[in-house]
């Protein structure tokens, strides 16, 4: 028995809003499932609850799920449920109207600013979401009777501005959706949604942590008739670990998760698993890999954890949720007061959002700080991965400076073959000594057998060996690390053994050596002005002639080529030209300038100087044939 069919008309917001889901906020035609599934699933949620609120609700409650049913010869696809279902009054109420969700105010921007994008913000809402089977369907047949009622309802419509509505009787409690599906357009995107291996695809990829059972009917083998006692098929794992308790999830669990949304064969060097609760309720299970990814440092590199909303797959690669340097973490994050749709472009706005990614975070730097501390090897295998990527934050993340200070390990001079923390490093550090001094260099070895070097190892002095490219950043971006600045050595005025005023000999000592250097300083200053703004006598060496450094606040010559690589034209960057007074060549230098300043030998000694200068440091010499030149015609002198 049915009553008469009633023809109401959409609500005037709800008909553009029709036209917005159908042509243009859904880029990919599959997320109507997602849509209708997801709503299945909360009425499922909502009878569960009201099951156990209200005694004299009589429901049976045993066997909650979704199923989807797929009829080629009719071309339907439904979505049932026996969920909580609908009343006549709810059905009009929720997809006849736009309701209380304030969408009509929103749908009004979004026509002035022509902004598909800030129409996904609608998407969640059963009113909203329903619609977008229009994208797929040229008729929808809703069918639903809610839990205490006897009285069903059965709406239809083809979506062009009306629907009809009317009472039934004998339908089951909960809703089914039939979808009319339009013939399969792969130009229009439309595939064929009542293909088995299609319907799987879907749900595995967006509904497969769904807390219910998905269920179809199992595919007939061709020539075989039907078997009406043959067990449906269930579509989803609803294995969502991050809704479990840690307790009661085996590390085997953990690591098979970590295996799937990451494709690495390896098991995570570190699990975190956590939830929040307060005003905005999210999981989060993340994963620190053991070994970095070989796209870690490409341009295209995209972060890896995964949105959620509520166990249903909203996005890859959500860079909202964690900053480009923890891009290696993998993982997922189930939100549960996000809308199903939300753009990126939301996202990037969203506080709630930034709370989750700060939140996320320090995380993440505790679970490596804590690595550090009660696994060294580990936390040692770790660093040679990812060290180098997470020194970006420092350069990117000025809020969590002193967390990633803590986390950093450099080789140093300290130990040929061991690195150290900088905390380990300021333990270390000398009476007296306020500096924390490091050299950068591409390699070791070029790094221990610099010039600059010289009085540091001479006097015991420990330093940090830098020799990853972003290292020449961070470490002159960085003011400080517990209170003691960060120092090149091969930058500035370098004086580990100061004179005090009251030593009268070292005063004389130091006035003479100015007096001997007068003449040849300016001279050199002048003779190397293409390649050098400053001529010096040096305190920083002791076995070798002579070393170019840069002034305090000059740019390195390494981040200089950094630069250029890049494209951004710098103006050339002059350097600080130092001699060793004590150095035999320099010594006689001074001699025979004193005796000839104007013999042509000279300048060529002075250029085969700076050159050695330059090559000594792993530098480039402006004019490597003319040095070759003069270092020939020199050494055949000398024979």
Known sequence: MSSGTETLEFQAETRQLLQLVIHSIYSNKDIFLRELISNASDALDKLRLESLTDSTLDVDTSDLHITLEADQEQRTLTVRDNGIGMTRGEVVELIGTVAKSGT???????????DAAAAQSLIGQFGVGFYSAFMVADRV?????????DEGTLWESQGEGTYTVRAVDGLPVGTSVTLHLRPADSEDGLADYLAAWKIRQIVKQYSDFI???????????????????????TLNSMKALWARPRTEVSEAEYSEFYQQISHDWQAPAETIHMRAEGTFEYEALLFLPARAPLDLYSPGAKPGVQLYVKRVFIMDDCDALMPNYLRFVKGVVDAHDLSLNISREILQHDRQIQGVRRHLVKKVLRAVKDMQTGNSEGYEAFWGQFGRVL??????????????LELVSAASTNDPEKTTTLREYVARMKDGQEAIYYLTGETRALVENSPHMEAFTAKGYE???????????????????????FQSIAKGQVDLDPTDDSDAQAQADKAQRAQDFADLLPWLQTTLSEHVKEVRLSTRLTTSAACIVGDTHDITPTLEKMYRAMGQELPPVKRILELNPTHPLIANLRQAHATDADEPALVQTAELIYGSALLAEGGDLPDPARFTRLLTDRLTQSL
Do not use: C, Y
């Open 141 to 149: 047949t809703l069918r639903t009777r809610r839990a205490g009622t």
């Open 104 to 114: 009509a105010g929103l749908l009004e921007k979004i026509k002035e600013s022509k």
């Open 463 to 485: 330093v940090l060996i830098l020799t990853d490219p972003v290292d020449e950043i961070w470490a002159a971006q960085v003011p400080a690390f517990d209170g003691h600045r």
């Open 211 to 233: 807390r219910w059972p998905i269920r179809m009917e199992r595919e007939q083998p061709a020539g075989e008739g039907e078997d009406p006692a043959g067990e449906p098929e």
């Open 391 to 404: 020194k970006e934050g420092l350069v990117e993340d000025r809020d969590n400076t002193d967390a990633l």
